[in-house]
């Protein structure tokens, strides 16, 4: 029975007739050695293995939004695998988190070093009793890639907790122009009110952030995500302002004017809000792409003009690179697009670089006192060490640069297939975005179910939206694979 | 000139002519055969490597509420070494969280695992892709040690994340049952007020904590946290209540019916916020010792109590074990000397356990659909191995039991130090409960500093307290070394 299920899949899979011979490089040659040449699908995903583990995982674990249980000791490079024998092409990579592919040999050799053995048992409190080698992990890591302009970093856990520690420090600087200078002390009413909760010491101030914009799910966090009423349901919030994203609308280049007015309209909209909400923002907060909110684009010019008006009115601003940074856009930040002459003032990261924090370059945000942004672990240095060695590998392949050439070529055969299934492939976005692509699917739940079928792991964002979010090791010949598969998928529907 | 200051303090610090000899154990062997016979102290603490080194790091990294440098390669058991070949005592271990020495093997030998390199270099999005071993790493680690009555798990990252999301938990809770069960769906109005962050949908609720409690310093955490105003001032919070906690004195046995009082009081107090405050309470959240808040402990019956209020209003109950849980005070848990018929609701750790999360029982508690309560990554089983070695390594060398003996080995001899010098060690606390022992001091910041001249690292509290935090490694020949090195420091004040 699973054998004739698999001979089916494998064989729809597989093949890559429908892609014309002049797109094909069928001689990319893997960077993973022992990775497949295609996908394997032998039952249903979950299948019986995968279920049963499940069933037993559930008894203690919530396992409602389990997809399917991986078997890590298989997967390899662009292909995950599951205790079912299945091995399906991950365009998903662990919700886009997964930047060089699963069991790369150099992160391997650098997990098993005795440094990381050190700092997996002997994990220090970084604030206090940093390692001496903590600057070199630093200086040879997570800053060897800071982003232009951007030399201090604030080591996190994960992107929620980078983004709310980018807030506080952003509060904090508000709070110290506002008192005369990082050198003027908290008077005793600012003191006493701040332990009770209530101003001045807990300031009447806020994040500005915008509609579907999607930073992280702790109260300071989710207070300025707008992404799907489920992740904000039943919790308490900070009435804090949104402004309208641009909503722009594709192909791009037959709604220049359009979108063009929907980008100024957002931009006033922000400018009234820095002016008027009753809580003034310290700090506007905005993702390059709006990835989990439905991949939603604007243009370098807005980006470029939100630059200014928050640097106008004397707001920050601060990029939320967590999921766009460290490659995937064809750039190693995706705000980099934006050519600023002036740097947003934070940058926070997390997921592909498999650690998380903020750079920032001010050293006004540094807090004028110390233990004011403190807390036990501020980062863990095993991480920090796992995110060294992904940089590494990403410089000895290439993949930045790899990622913007691969992402050409699959947005090209995207366009083809868009305009084959004009009604399965709407709004078509992520154009010199490196292989940050994504459409609208008018089935899309179904399509992301379906695609398991044909052996590709795939994700959803938004409310239609299929985003792609391959490693960086994506290749030409996955490409290939992978459009195939997605034509397959909607011929199914 | 360093070798004249070692010998100086290593001769102050060796000696432990002070103590009886009935009260000594000098058969106790050490756990770590590498381990010094005692502190060596070569230089001040930072020395010049480490001021080096400390100058180099703050080019980028805030170094402000840096102690000193570590040299994690060196050290070993319960002493922590530095670059200028100073090897300390260790009562602070990172801010409580160290839980079997430095260099430990068993956890070297974790950590060099096949198994762990995997789970490095493959992080899974936990909620989506769990590995097929991610079940039998739960249940052989962090389930093994659940708290009585508590049978399910919510991993995590860090204390204050655990703590957020078991807030999170307990708002789910609530509107859920004033909804009419967890069948009945959201209405239109909550599902739209939601994303603009208004009632009903961000709903008007609240957290309970008390006063001097920390609970970590995200937005919701540090809402509830009252520690200190460096903590608190300039970062917004939620206008949530906060109960007077018992403010005991000590000798215990000589306050015994006022101390009863202050309890009954704050008891009065929670009742009184639970039915007044105009953001009602879903939880009341409370730690088993105050222990950032400066060591403040009440007893089994408040708790008994508190643990009945709650339920007659209710409201759950959390108990924030993220300093106090895994042994340090000669339970597992800390609450399991409140001897609770009924136990708390949820229980939230980090810290010794090297990773974070809560349990927790009633399903209930898990949210009506799935995706309401998630994140990319939910902890990290890399860190869950740790925490399985911890416990494989506790329950090896008996160390939790071993903990209650030390503590009460140790307790006596810090009781002999008080009666010999009561303006230095006032409020002696922690009787009983293993080493998490504490005592205020008049001088407390340059006893903190002092302490290292004579080899010992030590932590403080609240505004006047220092506080032991052990390894469970500790033995009584450490207390030796241990006691006599304060006596040391109080002459030298």
């Not at 000791?73 to 092409?89: C, E």
């Amino acid at each position: 029975m699973a054998a004739t299920i698999r001979s089916a899949a494998v064989r729809r899979v597989v093949g890559t007739a429908a892609v014309p011979a002049a797109m094909r490089l069928s001689s990319s040659k893997s960077f993973f050695p022992n990775e497949p040449e295609a996908p394997t699908v032998q039952s249903v995903v979950p299948g019986p293995n995968g279920n049963k583990a499940i069933a037993e995982l559930s008894q203690v674990f919530d396992t409602r939004s389990v997809n399917f249980l991986s078997d890590y000791t298989k997967s390899v490079g662009n292909y995950i695998a599951d205790p079912d024998g299945n091995m399906l092409l991950d365009v998903y990579a662990q919700i886009a988190s997964i930047p060089v592919g699963y069991n790369n040999a150099h992160l391997a050799k650098a997990a098993s070093s005795p440094q990381m053995v050190n700092a997996l048992i002997n994990r220090p409190a970084l604030g206090n009793f940093p390692s001496s080698d903590w600057g070199e992990i630093l200086k040879t890591g997570i800053l060897k890639v800071a982003p232009k302009g951007l030399d201090n970093v604030f080591t996190a856990l994960a992107g929620s907790d980078a983004n709310e520690l980018a807030y506080k420090a952003a509060f904090i600087y508000r709070r110290q122009l506002e008192r005369g200078g990082p050198e003027v002390d908290f008077t005793e009413e600012e003191i006493a009110s701040a332990m009770n909760n209530q101003a001045p010491g807990a300031p009447q101030l806020s994040i500005l952030s915008f509609k579907s914009a999607f930073h992280g799910r702790l109260f300071g966090s989710l207070s300025t995500t707008r992404s799907k009423p489920i992740h904000k349901l039943d919790i308490p919030a900070f009435d804090w302002p949104q402004a309208t994203f641009p909503q722009l609308k594709y192909p791009l280049e037959e709604h220049v004017e359009e979108n063009r007015k929907a980008e100024q309209a957002s931009l006033d909209e922000v400018e009234h809000l820095i002016q008027n909400w009753h809580l003034p923002p310290a700090a506007v907060m905005v993702e390059p792409i709006q990835s989990e909110g439905g991949d939603n684009h604007a243009s370098p010019e807005f980006f470029q003009k939100l630059r200014a008006l928050t640097r106008k009115h004397n707001v920050l601003l601060i990029a939320d690179e967590v999921q766009t940074g460290v490659g995937a856009t064809g750039k190693f930040w995706a705000h980099e697009h934006w050519n600023l002459q002036d740097p947003p003032d934070m940058v926070t990261f997390s997921k592909k670089a498999q650690t998380a924090g903020y750079y920032y370059a001010s050293k006004a945000l540094r807090p004028n006192k110390a233990y004011r942004q403190f807390n036990t672990w501020m980062g863990d240095p095993a991480r920090a060490m796992i995110f060294r060695a992904i940089i590494e590998e990403i410089e000895r392949l290439d993949l930045v640069n790899h990622t913007a050439r691969v992402g050409d070529y699959l947005y090209a055969k995207m366009e083809m297939l868009a305009k084959q299934y004009p009604e399965h492939f709407r709004n078509l976005r992520g154009k010199g975005q490196g292989t940050f692509i994504a459409f609208d699917s008018p089935k899309r739940d179904q399509f992301l179910v379906k695609a398991k079928e044909f052996g590709i792991n795939i994700g959803g964002s938004g409310a239609t939206a299929v985003r792609l979010r391959p490693m960086l090791t994506l290749q030409e010949h996955h490409c290939d694979i992978l459009v195939d598969g997605l034509e397959k998928i909607v011929k199914a529907l």
